[in-house]
């Protein structure tokens, strides 16, 4: 860069991108309330599918909590990069003198505080309505934490390469699922472990060591597919 | 070292290409056959019947050797990725279309053998194991790789899309045997070591190693047949193309 040109350090940088996305994700309240909605409709159909023997849902509702939490992940994933994509902002991010991939995880992070914090947060409620052991609601929220944290980074990577594409919506879904089953067995072990009385411990961990590899592999990855799809 | 270089680099070269598997293919196919057929033959008429299984158990010659090549098979796509991505070799992309289809087909001929296979064993067209499992996300990485070449108009950028994902796919690989070998387990553990003795008898082992050498060289040729295909689509106003199908310059 020339020597006196005006350069925003990283952190203001940062900040911004990070205040863009906060404020643009606030005027569109829809992106938070839908997978919240899309939870609490499928949650009251599994019971009125299944019958409402607390027994028979006690037992499948880790995993059912955990699936509709994925469900809920991939309904939201593709506006990832969407709106930034569309207007230009991505080719201007592209050019700017700070890293893609720290631009990518500021609007990462906010996408995850209103798709999966949220989603952790309200679990408890979901988790009652599926008669979950109530000594397994703190397994749940943290698993939930740590999954849909890994969730909406592999999400991103999948919208990366595909926001470019007319009709990417299928196709994110059927691309990034393989990366979720473990991030789902993971989780949904570590409920069903805390159901039964056992520390979840282990599964927990598992869950940890995924966020943080995806933490640091993701960026990569959806760097690399936003420049492909801008490319385009 | 620099002529292993400019060996490798050859591949890059699309009419060097073409000549080097006209010339190799012209032995290497019918090898394979061959060898496809001597296997086989072995494996299904001639190996003795199990003590357990009987005779049920001889779909292990088709089913272990299309799994063992379907993921090996996925690794040899990202490594064509991983060519394209960092020495944009244009060949590589070639390649990369070339093996995704034959890695998908081949993982869902191991889980439909195995399919066959579990009905009389274990009484199940299915079961959710760790094997079994992972193979079938394998196929689902497969066709995701498959269907986001389709979705770029841009062959080029297609092309960079599919290999960025096989990376990704490859540091999930061990990831998604592990977790879901940790959910749930039915399937017979590792019978082949390469350590030590196997758990498999040798009359039995013999077929089944022959036959897996010559899933891999099937897939070599297959892939090499793929790729002259992509070659001649892509390349057929080309001079060197039409000289070699005897064609005006």
């Not at chain 1, 798709?115 to 929220?141: E, H």
């Not at chain 1, 592999?154 to 390469?161: E, F, K, T, Y």
Request: charged content about 10%; some cysteine; proline content about 6%.
């Amino acid at each position: 860069m020339p020597p006196d040109s005006p350069s925003l350090p990283l952190a203001s940088f940062l900040r911004r991108q990070f205040k863009r996305h906060w404020h643009g994700a606030l005027r569109k309240p829809g992106d938070t309330f839908n997978p919240l909605l899309f939870y609490l409709m499928v949650v009251t159909l599994f019971p009125l599918g299944l019958g409402p023997d607390p027994e028979v849902l006690a037992t499948l509702a880790p995993g059912l909590l955990w699936v509709v939490a994925l469900l809920a992940t991939l309904t939201v994933a593709g506006k990832l990069f969407a709106s930034d994509y569309a207007d230009g902002s991505l080719e201007q991010l592209m050019l700017a003198p700070h890293p893609l991939y720290l631009a990518a995880m500021a609007e990462i992070l906010v996408h995850w505080v209103m798709a999966g914090l949220t989603l952790a947060l309200a679990s408890p409620l979901f988790a009652v309505m599926l008669k979950l052991p109530s000594q397994a609601i703190p397994s749940l929220v943290f698993s939930l934490l740590l999954g849909t944290w890994s969730l909406s980074l592999i999400a991103g990577i999948g919208a990366a390469l595909t926001v470019g594409l007319r009709r990417g919506g299928a196709l994110l879904s059927l691309i990034i699922l393989p990366f979720m089953v473990p991030v789902l067995i993971f989780g949904a072990s570590a409920v069903r472990e805390a159901a039964n009385g056992y520390d979840a411990a282990s599964w927990l961990a598992l869950l940890g060591a995924y966020a943080l590899m995806a933490t640091v592999l993701t960026p990569v990855a959806i760097a690399a597919g936003l420049r492909i799809s801008v490319d385009n | 070292m620099s002529n292993m270089w400019s060996i490798i680099h050859k591949f890059g070269s699309p009419p060097w290409f073409y000549d080097f598997t006209q010339r190799w293919l012209r032995w290497l196919l019918p090898i394979t056959v061959l060898l496809l057929l001597a296997g086989s033959v072995w494996g299904l008429l001639f190996a003795p019947p199990d003590f357990r299984q009987g005779n049920s158990y001889r779909i292990i010659f088709i089913h272990v050797p299309a799994a063992v090549v379907a993921l090996a098979g996925y690794y040899a796509l990202a490594f064509a990725g991983l060519v394209s991505l960092v020495w944009k070799i244009k060949m590589a992309d070639t390649a990369m279309r070339a093996i995704a289809p034959i890695g998908a087909a081949l993982t869902f001929i191991a889980l439909a053998t195995g399919s066959i296979w579990g009905k009389p064993t274990w009484g199940a067209w299915w079961v959710w194991d760790a094997r079994i499992t992972s193979m079938l996300l394998l196929l689902f990485l497969y066709l995701g790789v498959m269907a986001l070449f389709e979705a770029y108009e841009n062959r080029a950028t297609a092309a960079k899309a599919c290999a960025v994902l096989s990376l990704v796919g490859t540091v999930n690989i061990p990831i998604i045997y592990k977790s879901v070998d940790w959910w749930y387990s039915l399937h017979q553990p590792a019978s082949i070591k390469f350590t030590g003795e196997s758990a498999i008898d040798a009359s039995m082992l013999y077929p089944l190693l022959l036959n897996i050498g010559a899933f891999y060289l099937l897939f070599a040729v297959v892939v090499m047949l793929n790729m002259r295909a992509e070659l001649l689509s892509d390349y057929r106003t080309a001079s060197w193309l039409q000289q070699r199908l005897g064609g005006q310059p």
